[in-house]
């Protein structure tokens, strides 16, 4: 399908038809939009480092890190290049293409911090791997610094419906995580966004989620859908575990409504049995996160990853090219 013929204008009425299709009829859409876009056979390894973790000012009702709970994560400051470099050495041994870093920050301090995060971009994108970032909140003079520095792709979550936000969130709004993704845009950096599952939503807000995503004109070229991992001292810590079917329908119809993105199984793969994986992976997913961690909290790492992929059959995207 080329671009032009991409969609923006998906109705809610559509998209909860395609959510909501029997299961079969679902993942054989999306597995058939997905193959004429990507290989069936591959995902990307991404690897996320949290560059500096806790005390957030924000409160993200999922988050371990926000100021506003007691989670027992603990305050660190921005890493050192050394460490940054040693992680993404790692990342790339590992089968990573791509490397994330993160910040918990509400928006980005400028001076010192942001100049060493610029240099961080530059050694990742040194080391021949996308570089990602997630800072928070940008103007448009950092987002065009970003830019220069390299960077692939930003990454700002919208997390969940508009009309659902409020209940998640409450210090920044919807139309602010717009405006940043538009300014990502302006810059020439690709955007990565996308949302969680899980948080006591319905199938309802699910669709509107993805609406507005693929509402972005351009589609966001990479399109996270986590899984929430419910950690003590959060707010959403009592709810109960979402079915792992409702994860393959939202990466299905995410395929279908964004057939040219990544679509990333990223958050909560703990919470997913290796055949829930699978499925996932026959929906349209292409990427998963590596490592024993994402950010702070735990991920399946990587012998467990590569047993996965190897019974079924499948690899790491361009990770032998760039390792050789
Ligand atoms: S998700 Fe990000 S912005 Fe929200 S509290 Fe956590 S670190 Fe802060």
């Known amino acids: 399908m080329p671009s032009s013929t991409l969609r ?6 559509e998209i909860e038809s395609i959510y909501s299709s029997p299961l079969p009829d679902l993942v054989f859409r999306a597995q058939t939009v997905h193959r004429a876009h990507h290989r069936a056979d591959e995902v990307q390894g991404c690897m996320l480092l949290s560059i500096k973790t806790g005390g957030c000012p924000e409160d993200c009702a999922y988050c371990p890190q926000s100021a506003h709970y007691q989670t027992g994560v603990s305050r660190t400051d921005l890493v050192g290049l050394a ?75 919208l997390d969940t419906s508009p ?24 810059a020439g950096v690709t955007v990565c966004c996308g949302g969680i599952i899980g948080m006591g939503e319905d199938r309802g807000v699910r669709c509107r989620l993805l609406q507005q995503l693929a509402r972005l004109d351009p589609h966001p070229e990479s399109v996270p859908i986590n899984l929430l991992v419910r950690v003590d001292g959060t707010p959403l810590a009592g709810l109960g575990a979402e079915d792992p079917l409702e994860m393959v329908r939202t990466i299905a119809t995410s395929r279908i409504l964004m057939p040219a993105s ?51 059959g499948m690899r790491l995207t361009g990770a032998e090219e760039l390792r050789s």
Not at 144 to 149: I, P, V, Y
Not at 283 to 307: K, V
Request: charged share 20%.
């Open 163 to 186: 009309e659902f936000y409020g209940q998640i969130i409450t210090t920044r709004t919807y139309d602010d995580r717009l405006e940043t993704l538009a300014r990502v845009r302006r």
């Open 83 to 157: 460490v940054l470099t040693e992680a993404a050495t790692a990342a790339r041994a590992q089968g990573a293409t791509r490397f994330c870093m993160g910040a918990a920050w509400r928006d980005v301090p400028d001076g010192a911090p942001f100049e060493r995060v610029l240099e961080m971009v530059r050694i990742v994108r040194g080391l021949g791997m996308e570089a990602c970032c997630t800072l928070g909140m940008l103007n448009q003079e950092q987002a065009d610094a970003l830019a220069g520095a390299g960077l692939t792709a930003y990454n700002h979550n």
């Open 262 to 312: 990544f679509v990333r199984l990223s958050a909560g793969r703990l919470g997913l049995t290796d055949e829930a994986q699978a499925l996932c992976f026959l929906a349209g997913a292409n990427s998963i996160f590596l490592g024993e961690r994402l950010l702070t909290t735990p991920n399946p790492g990587q012998s467990h990853d590569d047993q996965l992929l190897a019974r079924l």
């Open 8 to 13: 923006h204008d998906w109705t809610v009425a």
